[in-house]
């Protein structure tokens, strides 16, 4: 069905648990292009995507070599700003119950937007950290990309040698376990969950509408494209995030 913001700004506001899923989408309007949609990074080049799959990742130096270039020429990751909906969804945690805000985005938006950390769950990781697939190390992104700003082409772990990467979570890599433990448990005690700017067919993410539903919460669904939840959603929004979002928010 198609959503009524006065509506749904009703059901935030008598909510005692709103958990929210946000992809991509949210992230277009602060420049960072999405990965599956119309335009996206992998529906323009194919190839691109085997930068973000483990297996490629560990067994080709030239694949490592393409993505740390990818890094250091993707300026939009490290000058892009919150966007209205970003901001919006900040808002949201000072008028309503927000009780997780799970992101599937590597930008760390959320964070510079003002909403509360610890109820931020990167369930795909970030992309402003490095870490070692080796050992624990990690850092700031920033040190690798001096690295490499320098000259080293793949720069490899200062504590034992093994592969660094972002951390972030590649195809083929497992979620962190009690990352994804507290989003389903969060979907589970949640009355209204919003799936807001995700094409909803990434799993496991993408079950969290789902564990949701099936405790009987209201879903709600904002996304550009269809989704496979449209027909059960209770209500539906494809218009521009930054548009309906602070919309949205106002009415509570």
Not at 2 to 16: I, K, N, P, Q, T
Not at 30 to 48: E, L, Y
Not at 90 to 103: D, G, I, N, P
Not at 230 to 243: K, N, P, S
Request: net charge negative; with cysteine; charged share 25%.
């Amino acid at each position: 069905m198609a959503g009524d913001v006065e509506e749904v700004a009703s059901w935030l506001r008598d909510a005692e648990a709103i958990v929210i899923l946000t992809g991509a989408g949210i992230s277009t309007e602060s420049g960072i292009p999405d990965f599956r949609g119309p335009q996206g990074v992998w529906t323009k080049n194919p190839a691109a995507e085997k930068t973000a799959t483990l297996q490629y990742y560990l067994s080709d130096p030239e694949v490592r070599k393409q993505s740390w270039q990818n890094r250091i020429n993707s300026p939009g990751y490290w000058s892009a700003e919150p966007n209205a909906g970003h901001r919006a969804l900040a808002e949201l945690e000072k008028k309503a119950s927000l009780h997780t805000l799970v992101t599937q985005n590597v930008d760390r938006l959320h964070h510079a937007a003002g909403t509360s950390p610890e109820k931020i769950i990167e369930i795909h990781g970030n992309v402003h950290q490095v870490k070692c697939l080796t050992c624990d190390w990690r850092d700031e992104m920033e040190v690798a990309l001096e690295r490499v700003k320098a000259g080293e082409d793949d720069p490899d772990c200062p504590e034992c040698g093994g592969i660094l990467k972002s951390a972030t979570i590649s195809f083929g890599e497992n979620l962190v376990p009690e990352d994804l433990q507290r989003a389903q448990t969060a979907a589970a005690s949640s009355d209204v969950f919003l799936a807001i700017g995700t094409s909803l067919t990434v799993y496991p993410a993408a079950g969290l509408p789902e564990v949701a539903l099936g405790r009987g919460a209201r879903l709600v669904v904002m996304n550009a494209q269809e989704t496979p939840f449209d027909q059960i959603a209770d209500a539906v929004f494809r218009d521009q995030l930054g548009d309906v979002l602070p919309e949205l928010i106002e009415k509570i």
